[in-house]
Every structure is written in C-alpha cells, then in structure tokens.
C-alpha cells in the first residue's frame, strides 16, 4: 500500500430486517466512488435464531455476488442480541457500547466459543468464508478475544484491527443514533473524527443512520472529503 491514504468503509448490521437498506447503501457508496467495503453480517438474526439462510436466501445470494465483486464479508457476533446480563459496571459499558445489541458482555467462555463458532459455521454454509470479526457494539470481553485469536485472521475494535501477530492502530467514526444526545452530536463528532484521521480513515455506516437526514449529510460531507483516499477492505487491510 506504499503510504497510501486509505478509505475502509465498513457496512454494520447486515441481515433481513435491513436487507434492501443494506444493498441501496452498498450502491450509494458506489456513487461515492467507494468500490471496496466490508459488510458485516449477522449469522443468526432475531429472536427465533435461524441461520440467514432459512431467513432470507436472496440476501445470502446478494452476498456472495458482492464477495466475488470484492468486498469483504465479516461475521458480526451471532444474533446480535444481549444473550446475558454482564454484572456492574460492565453492564453499564456494554449498555452505552451497544444497548440490546451488546451480544458477548457477561457470557463464560463455553457460550463465548459456542457463539462465535457457530456463526462462522452459519457464514460457511451459506458459501461465505468470514476471515474478520466485528463485535456487536465493539463489545468486546477477555473470552472474546481469546476465542477470535484461535479462529479468526482480524478482528475489528473502536481503536484499531488485530491480528495473532500485530495490532493496526486505525480508530473507526461513526454515528449513534440510539439517544437524542447521540443523534444530535454525533454528525459533528465524526466529522472531526474524519478530518483527524491519518493513513487509514475507517468510517462506520449503519442502517439506522438513513432515519436521520443529519446523519446522512455528515456521512457525505466525509465521503466527500475522503474522495482522494483509495477504498480498501478490512481483509486488505490487515494482508
């Protein structure tokens, strides 16, 4: 990569329910000249669990053109879901990390390691091979990271990727819209955040930002600043 400014953009949230947001967000980005990203799948969405395959075949279908055309697919936890109440304070981190959707905080190591490889299993039989793991929420615990070290190439955090051998600083900026306070300064947040970052710009784009007309202007006015930068994917990123 030879010094180059990069642009890794990353698509959360990827199953049924937001479906054909994800595949008009993926197109969008195309407009915006971003021709590699990463998509982040959850295997099991929902309350029921059934794999993405059983839920929705056309979304898997959709998937795997993409991985062909070059974008990186990534298991995102599970389901997506809080499978367990952490004790305090580590509740309290995980509320504020991902509310509902802090999967990993407060489970031993047994369901931690049944969780994860389960969906990767989920993710194979759907013919997605996931080299990368991106916790819900960056929700990330001591059995986690044990876990993905032994089954996984990189896995994705607020402040950078990690792999079983280096640490990439590369902190991500993104939108939260969960709460007032977070919709109403969030815009500016990651619009420094952007400005701030050096070699690697990675932005975080989230289904839920398109409820939010200032949310989509900020993600614009970074896609537009960062035109100069070339889009790569997490799994190029870390090779």
């Not at 953009?9 to 994800?22: G, I, L």
């Not at 931690?112 to 490889?117: D, E, G, N, Q």
Request: hydrophobic content about 40%; some cysteine.
């Amino acid at each position: 990569m030879n010094g180059d400014r990069l642009l890794a953009v990353a698509v959360h949230d990827v199953e049924p329910r937001w479906a054909e947001r994800c595949r008009d967000i993926r197109a969008w980005l195309s407009e915006w000249g971003v021709e590699r990203v990463s998509l982040l799948v959850i295997p099991a969405p929902g309350p029921d669990g059934r794999p993405l395959i059983e839920q929705d075949p056309t979304l898997v279908d959709w998937l795997r053109e993409r991985a062909a055309a070059g974008d990186t697919v990534a298991q995102h936890g599970l389901a997506h879901r809080r499978a367990c109440a952490a004790s305090w304070p580590r509740s309290t981190l995980a509320r504020w990390q991902g509310g509902g959707g802090a999967e990993f905080p407060g489970l031993g190591a047994e369901e931690t390691i049944a969780r994860v490889r389960t969906g990767r299993d989920i993710l194979r039989a759907c013919g997605l091979e996931p080299y990368g793991f991106v916790a819900p929420g960056y929700a990330y615990t001591p059995e986690l990271r044990a876990e993905l070290r032994r089954t996984f190439a990189w896995s994705a955090d607020l402040w950078g990727l990690s792999t079983r051998v280096r640490r990439l600083h590369a902190p991500a900026v993104g939108l939260g819209s969960s709460t007032g306070p977070k919709r109403a300064l969030s815009p500016r947040v990651v619009r420094t955040g952007a400005r701030l970052s050096r070699r690697v710009l990675r932005l975080d784009v989230h289904p839920a930002d398109f409820d939010v007309p200032g949310h989509v202007r900020a993600l614009e006015a970074v896609l537009a600043a960062a035109a100069g930068r070339r889009p790569i994917t997490y799994d190029e990123l870390v090779a």
